[in-house]
């Protein structure tokens, strides 16, 4: 059964799999480990500039830096993707603070109840998200003006997306069946813990390389500063595009209610339900897809348990706040959303008293039509491959799956499919 499992049937280009065989007999020599000081410097004189707004995130940073070096144990291609994120990420710090010094509109720009799609990962954000973005009246950070956010307008618009796509074209290459699991593009909307990466107080990293040191003191760090980033972003870029409603969407914002509260204290929330261990395997299958482009050793099993831990707590802090703050929070099933995606949108409607007009729907279904070929493209995986087992969903979210009669891996791995799981 492991050989039919989406992980096992990954292949590399022969030119990929050459440079990272020399980055190897180099020895690290080629790309050498650099400072948190050093790229500072990097990206001052790049863009000619020398705010960064603060410098909390330099210890973060460093903190990643380091833990890279010690223990992901980079490829080629992950050295060089390395330096090229943090390299474009402290740019975007020095443009987004110049901008909204020449700008200062942008500071008064005002968010109203934005939507925070949350839930455990692999659970129909990501359709969700899309969806929701396709209502005239919505607004979500696209990946093009995450990546390239200055100037704060539409000015470039075109060769910005034409420069996003370049580089999503060039991961693309590197890992094809990545982009057949989880849709990527230019000019879709981008899961917004993007938008706290330049914080480098973010499970972005985590997720593509193996930071173990980095991600033990990540998850027990208050996120108030990054949270306080995240909604400068957002008024950043609807300065340059309003919209009546954010609609907004990461797994990760379930495990910093709080910090996300104090920049957003009138959030309103989604919560997406699929079979636990459905979703921790899926995630995991994902992250080991991400890491293996970036690293030539990567443990699906130490992945797996990780995914098991992490995601456990994430969910068990999420639930502890919305109990204590009663959060306004909206509970759609999985399962719902695959079956009729529309209906189960209207709901959603219906519960925050929203307007849900043809033209709505209209949109909705274009957007569904589009996805057809995605959503008919099946993930394979199973629970021994990332040394998971069915026992394990009772011990860790039992009462979970009871109170919100999710299904559970008597049905998700016992002859249902996937599609209904």
């Known amino acids: 059964m492991a ?42 004189k790049q863009t000619q500039l020398s705010d960064f707004g603060g410098t909390e995130f330099v210890e973060p940073l460093s903190r990643f830096l380091e833990s890279a070096h010690r223990e992901a144990q980079l490829n ?52 969700l998200h899309a969806l929701l973005s396709a209502d005239a009246t919505h607004r979500a950070p696209f990946t093009w003006e995450v990546m390239q956010p200055s100037p704060p307008s539409d000015e ?17 290459y590197l890992a094809p069946d990545f982009g057949r699991v989880h849709a990527i593009g230019a000019e879709l909307p981008q899961e917004c813990v993007s938008l706290m990466s330049a914080t480098f107080l973010s499970d972005q990293f985590d997720t593509m390389y193996n930071v173990p040191s980095y991600r033990n003191w990540f998850v027990r760090q208050n ?8 909604r400068r972003f957002l008024q950043h870029l609807q300065f340059a595009r309003p919209g009546k409603r954010w609609i907004l969407k990461a797994p990760a914002h379930m495990g910093s209610v709080a910090g996300l509260l104090t920049a957003y204290p009138d959030a309103l929330f989604v919560q997406t339900h699929r079979a636990p261990l459905r979703s921790i395997t899926s995630v995991s299958s994902l992250v080991t897809m991400l890491r293996r482009v970036f690293s030539d050793v990567v443990d699906p099993v130490k992945i797996g348990r990780e995914a098991l831990t992490y995601w456990a707590e994430m969910l068990e ?41 043809r033209d709505t729907q209209a949109r909705m279904r274009e957007v569904l039509a589009a996805q057809a070929n995605e959503l008919r493209t099946f993930h394979r995986y199973e629970l021994a491959a990332f040394g998971l087992r069915l026992e394990e969903e009772q011990r860790y979210f039992g009462e979970y799956c009871q109170r919100f009669g999710v299904c559970t891996h008597q049905t998700a791995f016992r002859g249902v499919p996937a599609a209904a799981c």
């Open 76 to 127: 080629l291609v992950g050295k060089l993707a390395l330096r090229s994120d943090v390299s474009r990420l402290l740019r975007t710090r020095l443009l987004m603070v110049h901008d909204r010094a020449q700008n200062p509109e942008i500071a008064r720009q005002e968010i109203h109840q934005p939507l925070f799609i949350v839930g455990l990962p692999r659970t129909g954000t990501t359709l």
């Open 156 to 172: 470039q618009r075109a060769q910005r997306i034409q420069r996003t796509a370049r580089d999503l074209a060039w991961m693309r």
């Open 3 to 44: 050989g039919l499992s989406t992980i096992n049937e990954m292949r590399f280009p022969l030119v990929v799999r050459a440079l990272n065989k020399c980055g190897a007999l180099l020895d690290g020599a080629l790309i050498r480990h650099g400072r948190a000081d050093e790229f500072l410097a990097a990206a001052k």
């Open 317 to 357: 802090r999420f639930m502890q706040e919305r109990e204590r703050r009663d959060l306004a929070v909206f509970d759609l099933a999985y399962t719902d959303l695959q079956h009729d995606p529309i209906a189960a949108v209207q709901q959603l409607y219906q519960y925050f008293d929203w307007p849900f007009s």
């Open 223 to 230: 996120l108030q500063a990054a949270y306080r980033f995240h």
